[in-house]
């Protein structure tokens, strides 16, 4: 499963950016994933993870009500929709495949490999 993530830039504090994370090869319908950060001397965090097929999805508590993670089948994606963005959303955004199951999903990287990323920048 190899993924690539798009969709980052430089907004102003409160505003949106919408990040999209593209699979090659298989189809994310059958994976948990998951987003996760990393900012500047910080240890790279979750945000937000979805369950395989339709399940649930958790979040960072700093997220909630401001990130909504979602799946597009029909495109094979999985999105992170980011409103109210404050300087400390500013990192490297990465999707990974993550321990998970049809109900459950986890800050757990289910590999060591990590893409490119997706720099987003919010300015205050």
């Known amino acids: 499963l190899q993924l690539v993530e798009s969709g980052g830039g430089l907004v102003q504090s409160g505003g949106s950016l919408r990040l999209s994370c593209a699979a090659s090869?298989?189809?994310?319908?059958?994976?948990?994933i998951g987003w996760f950060r990393k900012a500047p001397g910080k240890e790279r965090e979750g945000v937000s993870c979805?369950?395989?097929?339709?399940?649930?999805?958790n979040y960072l508590d700093s997220v909630k009500g401001r990130f909504t993670i979602s799946r597009d089948n029909a495109e094979n994606t999985v999105d992170l929709q980011m409103n109210n963005l404050t300087a400390e959303d500013t990192g490297v955004y990465y999707c990974?495949?993550?321990?998970?199951?049809?109900?459950?999903?986890?800050?757990?990287?289910?590999?060591?490999?990590w893409g490119q990323g997706a720099q987003v920048t919010v300015s205050s």
């Open positions: 979805i369950s395989a097929s339709i399940g649930p999805s």
């Open positions: 090869g298989a189809s994310l319908e059958n994976y948990a």
């Open positions: 990974a495949a993550v321990v998970g199951s049809l109900y459950r999903c986890y800050f757990r990287p289910a590999s060591d490999s």
